[in-house]
């Protein structure tokens, strides 16, 4: 510590205090899915750059907590980008400035002052729980209406028994890793779920495993996301752009390939 001319104190060159940041979020808060409700707002302060959003939010929850309110639901896994269960519309945007999931998102992202608006995803088939949470069970029943694919049980295969070709086996697995967050359905004008339908269809129907039932998985997964209310798409393409994974808009036109096909060769969805 030292003395300067105005007599005031400072930190040695180096070893200076790095400031947090003091923001102000409005939040929208909902006590229950037949509830209005609101934006409110709260102050945080001396919010660490290296913070995650979530880590933010529970700075604000520990402050709710202590007096005496009631703190601000939001779903949470593994905050890894992992699990798919965190999800919120963050100053408009699905899973706010970074294409990445909220509890990758950093807060180095926001400036010192900033206003935050959070929210949780908007659209029907996702109604709200509490506050910033809903309910993505619409996402289960399309992955159940899929059915089962026919395998054979028993000892692991051998290696190279069943020859997949390279370019199949990249696509079929960059498919695989969405995680079911629900960003591309928030951030579509339309509210719609093509892009989560198609990774799923697409990441069983690029391999030999998944030929039996194809048809029927297709037509009867997109039946599903009709029933449970999600828009149709129009091509606009917010969906892979706010997608954590980069789930390609590609992937839509295999899944419109594939439906053709199937209802071509006579499928139709379970009643
Ligand atoms: S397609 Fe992308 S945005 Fe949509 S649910 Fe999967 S990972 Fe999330
Ligand atoms: S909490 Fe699991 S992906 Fe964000």
Same mark, same amino acid.
């Given at each position: 510590?030292?003395?300067?001319?105005?007599?005031?104190?400072?930190?040695?060159?180096?070893?200076?205090?790095?400031?947090?940041?003091?923001?102000?979020?409005?939040?929208?808060?909902?006590?229950?899915?037949?509830?209005?409700?609101?934006?409110?707002?709260?102050?945080?302060?001396?919010?660490?750059?290296?913070?995650?959003?979530?880590?933010?939010?529970?700075?604000?929850?520990?402050?709710?907590?202590?007096?005496?309110?009631?703190?601000?639901?939001?779903?949470?896994?593994?905050?890894?980008?992992?699990?798919?269960?965190?999800?919120?519309?963050?100053?408009?945007?699905?899973?706010?400035?970074?294409?990445?999931?909220?509890?990758?998102?950093?807060?180095?992202?926001?400036?010192?002052?900033?206003?935050?608006?959070?929210?949780?995803?908007? =659209?029907? %088939?996702? /109604? &709200?729980? #509490?506050?910033? *949470?809903?309910?993505?069970?619409?996402?289960?029943?399309? !992955?159940?209406? $899929?059915?089962?694919?026919?395998?054979?049980?028993?000892?692991?295969?051998? =290696?190279? %028994?069943? /020859? &997949?070709? #390279?370019?199949? *086996?990249?696509?079929?697995?960059?498919?695989?890793?969405? !995680?079911?967050? $629900?960003?591309?359905?928030?951030?579509?004008?339309?509210?719609?779920?093509?892009?989560?339908?198609?990774?799923?269809?697409?990441?069983?129907?690029?391999?030999?495993?998944?030929?039996?039932?194809?048809?029927?998985?297709?037509?009867?997964?997109?039946?599903?996301?009709?029933?449970?209310?999600?828009?149709?798409?129009?091509?606009?393409?917010?969906?892979?752009?706010?997608?954590?994974?980069?789930?390609?808009?590609?992937?839509?036109?295999?899944?419109?390939?594939?439906?053709?096909?199937?209802?071509?060769?006579?499928?139709?969805?379970?009643?």
């Amino acid at each position: 510590m030292t003395i300067t001319d105005q007599g005031q104190h400072s930190a040695p060159a180096g070893t200076q205090d790095k400031r947090g940041m003091n923001l102000t979020l409005r939040v929208w808060r909902q006590q229950g899915p037949s509830v209005k409700g609101k934006m409110v707002t709260y102050k945080v302060t001396d919010i660490s750059p290296d913070m995650s959003f979530l880590e933010m939010l529970d700075v604000l929850n520990e402050q709710l907590i202590m007096q005496g309110d009631d703190p601000v639901a939001f779903d949470h896994d593994c905050r890894e980008g992992i699990c798919g269960m965190c999800g919120l519309m963050i100053n408009g945007q699905a899973h706010g400035p970074q294409q990445t999931t909220t509890c990758q998102l950093h807060m180095r992202s926001f400036k010192d002052g900033d206003s935050i608006d959070v929210e949780p995803w908007r =659209a029907s %088939a996702f /109604p &709200v729980i #509490k506050d910033l *949470a809903v309910d993505r069970r619409a996402f289960d029943r399309i !992955i159940q209406a $899929g059915g089962y694919i026919s395998v054979p049980t028993g000892t692991a295969p051998e =290696a190279h %028994a069943t /020859p &997949v070709p #390279k370019k199949d *086996a990249d696509n079929a697995f960059d498919a695989a890793t969405c !995680i079911g967050c $629900g960003a591309c359905v928030a951030a579509c004008p339309n509210a719609s779920s093509m892009l989560f339908t198609a990774a799923k269809v697409t990441h069983l129907g690029l391999l030999p495993q998944g030929q039996p039932e194809r048809d029927d998985r297709v037509v009867n997964m997109v039946a599903q996301q009709d029933r449970e209310g999600f828009g149709g798409c129009t091509n606009i393409g917010e969906c892979s752009a706010a997608c954590p994974k980069g789930i390609s808009m590609e992937t839509i036109s295999r899944l419109n390939h594939d439906l053709l096909g199937a209802l071509r060769a006579g499928a139709r969805p379970k009643s």
